[in-house]
């Protein structure tokens, strides 16, 4: 396959920098060029960086790891959008052949009171864990499971399943949200063990637990505008929190803890 | 520096016994802590992979006290999570012949008879419990209509073993793992420690009895103190720069071991894995692995005539040659990983590699959309192909993807004895990070599975019994030993911070990689690796005088935790260069050119080389020292490896 021969960018940076999570921020302007359309956004920032120090200035913060879309570190807002244009893609994935020569781009971290930046584009995600410490497990100690095929799973349930467990706990729905709601990373978790049979006995404290702990952790709540679902990288689906829904009615009506 | 108590000779704690009831054996025979005795141990994880977070989770449920720490902001993000393809069980479900044997020797031979037959064999023993355990977690594995677990095929073996979600195993395994250490978290067992940096470890009266971190947020060099200490930090494929592992691999944590005493066993075993998306530009900083799971169902081919520089939809059939299938009919596609990689070397040396580097073959899916359909082939491999043509620009549905291979796992690494424990007491070793189970080329979906050995059957065991055998006395953080290894950890970032010279970190780390690809990647000689060994004492020396790292150590600075990384990588290669000139064979996925069979295979000397080459830290200035634990095959039969 020969692509045709592509022209280099040149762009305009706008791009958050804050020093520390008590010290306020303020946009920067860089110009880069040369940039190739085959780079990945993550590399066009490596640029940048490449570029800061040899100036003297030190580099932009940014987190990342895997750089292959799954591992759920990185993720920055692109002209407004989390995780940028592109549908059901990581910023890792992202490729500058999306941008045109001459664009400005303006970058910013995750927005949301429950995610506090902790410097430039950084910012601190414990709150999910926390959500999950609350109740996302099936309480089973090493060593005392059954053999597998004990549990038969319909190959529909489980597929079902594994389609919320793909969240990649990057945290785009709630830099999405209006509200900064978690609800689409909550009900993720949630509709997960609520369609394994393994997850039943503890369905109804798990979901109380976890909604309580989201509330706790200070994100808002949901008001149906599917933003997080159209921001997700993993394609999770806001039916999870309609199931999830059902599953805190039904919790709050017959719960007997 | 003060190192750990010399022991003389390399003593794997193999039990007696038939190689079936070794695993039992032990385990009757080791000492156990009384449950009320438990919680007066307190004890380090360091990394929250499969090895780490399984371990941890399953010592806090037993009781210890338990600390882990990891580099990412959460435990979740650990690069188990990128493993796409399975995890290998010998459960026999699908009654193809499968067994524990099976597993083992496959295992074994896959390693090409470079790992300890004790290790592999308690690791197919377990493997079935690890399916089970993550069942139960609810991990979402891939299921029959019928609602039983479904398995597929992976190189190495005439058997279908493999357990998979999707083409994200290794995210749901570790998504499993971790949701039971954060369930320990909640019960007040696991102290957890995100975004902390292990920087060294401190031994006291010869036995491991802390470590040095630094909090990443806010820079603070901080002690902790425990009665054991668990490594589980994975790989140092990052010494290549460019690798399938994610950015912030680092060899940091095994290497600081190292310098304290731990033996580093076989680093230059590593494996180079076939399908991966080539390189493309001087800005490139990754690579990206196509599971091998997709050699299922993908062919691999370049065309016959080295001229033919037609698009590959135009090349027909009988113009493309299936290399793989044609060279090793018994095993086609699917030959274990360092013969498929050697044999696209092979075709793209002889220029017949395709795409605009020449670098590349072609895994192509045209006949497995016919006879299945398109739908089958996008509920197997979906999320690959979309990465795909994410990265490519391409659609692998249309046209056949560019493959080539990358550095992807390190079979090497702290050698350990049959416990996992190092040659320091007190210090073990799981997963990626240890030596000991894959010899020198590890068969696909058996990463997962030897991660969570350990850590959920393993080490909750042993780790148990050096707790249980007393001798250690109280141990706090106020032991001058902490102060001490803390002010040398401050010292080297101050160090670091002061070089102010021109050159950025990445800059230089690309051109350590570029020294270690081409000397010491798929293919090496005497002189390679001679001069190797040169370029990085040079690029060291450069690194001291000309590195150009901003800001403080006071704060979140990422150009800081990467200088600390490659300061080790620069130290780590040399060994890794060493490792490899001293093994005059070849075998898995290290080959000397010397050492080649008249039609370009790898030829092994099991006289002279049949052992574990560990390498024992001898001073900054001096070279290491090379200790050998001999490899006793009682069970297999050493065989010149044959996949035709």
Request: negative net charge; aromatic residues 8%.
């Amino acid at each position: 396959m020969i692509s045709p021969v592509k022209k280099n960018l040149s762009l305009n940076l706008r791009v958050w920098r804050q020093p520390s999570a008590d010290i306020p921020g303020e946009f920067r302007n860089y110009q880069l060029s040369d940039i190739s359309p085959d780079m990945s956004f993550l590399e066009m920032l490596d640029i940048l960086n490449e570029q800061l120090v040899e100036s003297g200035e030190e580099p932009v913060a940014f987190d990342h790891d895997c750089r292959e879309g799954i591992c759920g570190t990185c993720g920055v807002v692109i002209n407004g959008q989390a995780h940028g244009p592109d549908n059901e893609t990581t910023t890792c994935q992202l490729h500058m052949r999306r941008f045109a020569d001459g664009d400005t781009i303006v970058i910013e971290p995750w927005r949301a009171r429950a995610f506090p930046v902790l410097r430039d584009l950084v910012v601190d995600r414990s709150a999910f864990d926390r959500i999950v410490q609350s109740g996302g497990y099936v309480s089973v100690r090493t060593g005392q499971a059954p053999d597998g095929n004990a549990i038969l799973v319909p190959s529909q349930d489980q597929e079902e399943a594994m389609d919320a467990a793909a969240c990649i706990g990057c945290g785009a729905c709630v830099a999405a949200c209006k509200n900064a709601s978690a609800m689409l990373f909550t009900s993720a978790k949630v509709s997960h063990f609520a369609n394994l049979p393994q997850g039943h006995p503890e369905r109804k404290k798990r979901v109380l637990a976890m909604i309580s702990q989201h509330d706790e952790e200070g994100f808002g709540a949901c008001t149906n505008t599917y933003e997080c679902e159209a921001a997700c990288p993993a394609a999770i689906s806001v039916t999870h929190i309609a199931r999830l829904n059902r599953e805190y009615m039904k919790a709050m009506l017959t719960s007997k803890e | 520096m003060s190192t750990a108590t010399e022991r003389h000779t390399l003593d794997a704690r193999i039990p007696d016994g038939p190689i079936d009831q070794k695993w039992t054996r032990c385990r009757d025979e080791m000492k156990l802590v009384a449950p009320n005795n438990k919680r007066k141990f307190d004890i380090i994880v360091v990394g929250t992979g499969l090895a780490g977070a399984s371990a941890a989770a399953s010592l806090a449920e037993l009781g210890y006290n338990v600390k882990a720490f990891c580099y990412q902001d959460s435990a979740r993000r650990a690069h188990s999570i990128a493993a796409q393809g399975g995890i290998n069980a010998a459960k026999n479900y699908p009654n193809d012949g499968d067994s524990v044997h099976r597993l083992f020797y496959d295992t074994v031979k896959g390693g090409d008879f470079r790992a300890r037959e004790a290790n592999v064999y308690r690791l197919a023993e377990v493997a079935n419990n690890i399916i089970d355990q993550c069942v139960a977690q609810g991990v979402p594995f891939a299921r029959e209509y019928g609602g039983t677990l479904a398995n597929r095929t992976f190189g190495g073996a005439q058997v279908s073993r493999t357990f998979y979600c999707r083409g994200q195993t290794g995210q749901q395994l570790l998504l499993g793992a971790y949701s039971a250490l954060m369930r320990q978290v909640s019960a007040g067992k696991v102290q957890m420690f995100s975004r902390h940096e292990m920087l060294d470890l401190v031994v006291v009266d010869g036995k491991a009895r802390g470590i040095v971190c630094r909090n990443m947020v806010n820079g603070e060099i901080e002690t902790h103190a425990a009665h054991a200490v668990l490594l589980c930090t994975g790989g140092y494929g990052n010494v290549f720069y460019l690798s399938t592992n994610a950015k912030g691999c680092n060899v940091t944590a095994a290497w600081r071991c190292h310098k304290r005493g731990a033996y580093f066993a076989n680093p230059a075993f590593t494996q180079i894995h076939p399908t991966c998306i080539p390189v493309k530009g001087d800005y490139q900083s990754k690579l990206t692995l196509m599971s091998e799971s997709l050699r299922n169902d993908g062919r691999v081919w370049v065309p016959k005539d080295v001229n033919d520089k037609r698009p590959p939809s135009d090349i027909q059939e009988d113009a493309r040659d299936y290399y793989l299938e044609r060279r090793y009919p018994a095993f086609g596609n699917m030959v274990p990983r360092d013969v498929a990689s050697r044999a696209a070397k092979e075709r793209c040396d002889a220029g017949f590699g395709v795409g605009e580097t020449q670098l590349a073959v072609y895994l192509d899916f045209k006949r497995a959309i016919e006879e299945q359909g398109r739908d089958v082939i996008e509920a197997k491999y979906g999320n690959l192909f979309h990465m795909y043509k994410k990265i490519t620009d391409e659609d692998p549905y249309q046209v056949p993807m560019r493959i080539y291979p990358a550095v992807h796992y390190t079979m090497g690494g702290l050698w350990v004895d049959y416990h996992l424990e190092s040659t320091v007491p007190g210090l073990f070793v799981l997963g990626e990070a240890n030596f000991s189970d894959h010899g020198a080329n590890r068969l696909g979906a058996s990463a997962l599975m030897q991660g969570l050995a350990d850590g959920y059957f393993v080490a909750p065991y042993t780790v148990g019994h050096h707790l249980a055998n007393g001798g250690l006395k109280e141990v706090t953080t106020a032991h001058p030993k902490f102060k001490e290894t803390a002010v040398e950890a401050r010292n080297r970032i101050e160090r670091m911070l002061s070089v102010n010279g021109k050159r950025s970190v990445d800059d230089i780390h690309r051109q350590l990689g570029n020294i270690m690809w081409e000397h010491c990647g798929m293919s090496r000689s005497a002189q390679g690796l001679s001069t190797a060994i040169e370029q990085i004492r040079d690029l060291r020396a450069e690194f001291w005088q000309n590195v150009r790292v901003l800001g403080n150590g006071d704060s979140l600075n990422q150009a800081l935790e990467h200088a600390g990384r490659l300061a080790d990588f620069l130290e780590f290669g040399e060994l890794f260069a060493r490792d490899a000139l001293q093994r005059e064979e070849s075998c898995g996925g290290h080959f000397r050119e010397e050492h080649q069979t008249e039609d370009n295979e790898a030829r092994r000397d099991d006289e002279n080389f049949a052992f574990v080459g560990a390498w024992e830290h001898k001073g900054d200035d001096q070279q290491a020292v090379l200790h050998k634990e001999q490899l006793t095959f009682e069970e297999v039969k050493l065989t010149t490896r044959s996949y035709k």
